[in-house]
């Protein structure tokens, strides 16, 4: 019996209509496919079953599981990457979710875009994406309000190992290839899309306090 999925995987398709990504996610030549497509329209397209494994995670890692594929339903919003996603688009995603979330009893820390788990290599959902907003309605997760770093932290708590550290518990990849530089990126596309510059004492108490509060369920490396 094959694994079953206990994780979401939300993508952008990068391509100019949901026609035009729907027709490449069906072409068995083009080697993608995802469990779902959803329109600015709010229309969804299913494409494979939730218990089949779809080719939409590729290499990457989520905690100790590497193959995220076969652990996880990849859902696709049409948008390119460079405008807002729709209001009916974020409705019919929201709801798809809740179905999604019930069946087969995903946490919402389980649900992570494919920045998260590829940093290196994707951007997608991407900045534009309202991740707070699916927080609010228990579908993902936040981190909660934290205080400026005070004179007594150590660096192991506010520098770039704490907040690496922190990153991996709670689910990043912790790899040579995964930098601060690329950790601090991926994770701020996702819970702080306007910061830049240097790490900062706000990233670090992000980082800790989702690493408290939902600490990666980490399953066998082979999973």
């Known amino acids: 019996m094959g694994a079953l999925p206990d994780m979401i995987v939300l993508h952008y398709t990068a391509m100019q209509s949901a026609e035009a990504a729907l027709e490449r996610l069906c072409d068995a030549q083009a080697e993608v496919s995802a469990h779902y497509l959803i329109s600015e329209r709010g229309n969804i397209w299913q494409m494979v079953e939730e218990d089949q494994r779809a080719w939409h995670a590729g290499a990457g890692q989520w905690g100790a599981v590497v193959d995220v594929n076969s652990r996880s339903i990849g859902i696709e919003l049409a948008n390119t ?34 920045s998260d788990m590829a940093p290196a290599r994707k951007f997608d959902p991407g900045a534009r994406f309202d991740w707070r907003r699916l927080a609010q309605a228990g579908l993902s997760v936040w981190p909660g309000e934290t205080e400026a770093a005070t004179d007594t932290e150590t660096e192991t708590e506010t520098g770039a190992g704490g907040f690496l550290a922190a990153a991996g518990r709670f689910g990043y990849p912790a790899s040579g290839a995964n930098d601060l530089e690329t950790t601090l990126a991926a994770f701020r596309l996702r819970f702080r899309p306007f910061a830049s510059g240097p790490l900062e004492a706000a990233d670090c108490g992000a980082i800790r306090d989702l690493a408290t509060r939902f600490p990666v369920d980490r399953m066998p490396p082979s999973a």
């Open 81 to 114: 990457g460079a405008h807002p996603f729709p209001e009916p688009q974020m409705r019919a995603l929201e709801g798809l979710m809740r179905a999604i979330m019930a069946r087969w009893s995903i946490p919402p820390e389980r649900v992570i875009a494919h």
